[in-house]
């Protein structure tokens, strides 16, 4: 397999099945590809939903009984696809698939590590709170690491799967996101980043809280002295 595009899933019955349709009508040529969904124990309609998808040939689904977080939905991903290049896909719509293969292109022309950057790119509808906190925490991430990252917590990431091999990821939560960067960076590995549009849903749809903010300034900290 050449190509692996992980989609984290907790409660997103409203937008899943159209990410999904959006997913698997992208072209990545000639690349063989696949989707691993993990369904992070929802308790809405999103399992039902992910069995209308049943027949579509390239589609995994992996399932958590209980809630444990993105970032051990993102690591059984990682665990149960094949691809040389790995990609993260949101469930919701904030992060249009349309310019996924923009990314993969990167990699493919041998970049490492390309992350979709909100800040290079356009926002809309993202609250001041969430602006600051993440500019703050990108800042930050490019201080104590010495590396410019505008958006270390974009949710369009893409690895060579060499680049993640050894990075022995324990997060649950969106703790993810900081930890994969952190020791990314560690290794002396380059991100290249790229400018992409981003479109926030709802604040009462949101699942990220400010604590999990301060837990990923933390979570940069602990990475960069252990």
Not at 53 to 78: C, P
Not at 111 to 131: C, H, P
Request: proline share 3%.
């Amino acid at each position: 397999m050449d190509l692996s595009i992980i989609v984290p899933a907790f409660n997103e019955e409203t937008p899943i099945a159209e990410v999904l349709m959006r997913v698997l009508a992208l072209s990545f040529d000639p690349l063989e590809w696949e989707v691993v969904v993990v369904d992070d124990g929802s308790f809405d309609g999103t399992a039902e939903i992910l069995k209308g998808f049943s027949d579509e040939s390239r589609l995994k689904i992996l399932t958590h009984k209980k809630n444990q977080g993105k970032g051990a939905a993102l690591r059984s991903g990682l665990e149960y696809s094949s691809g040389g290049i790995v990609a993260f896909q949101d469930s919701d719509l904030e992060y249009d698939p349309g310019q996924l293969p923009a990314l993969v292109r990167e990699i493919q022309r041998g970049a490492d590590v390309v992350y979709g950057s909100r800040f290079l790119g356009r926002v809309e509808d993202m609250s001041f709170l969430f602006y600051f906190g993440n500019r703050i925490l990108s800042l930050c991430t490019s201080l104590i690491y010495r590396a410019k990252v505008t958006d270390m917590e974009t949710g369009f990431k893409v690895f060579r799967r060499e680049a993640l091999n050894g990075l022995e990821l324990t997060s649950r939560g969106f703790d993810i996101e900081p930890e994969i960067t952190a020791k990314i960076l560690k290794k002396g590995i380059a991100i290249k980043e790229v400018p992409i549009d981003y479109k926030a849903r709802a604040k009462a749809h949101k699942k990220i809280t400010l604590g999990d903010g301060i837990r990923a300034f933390f979570t940069l900290i602990k990475y960069r002295f252990r």
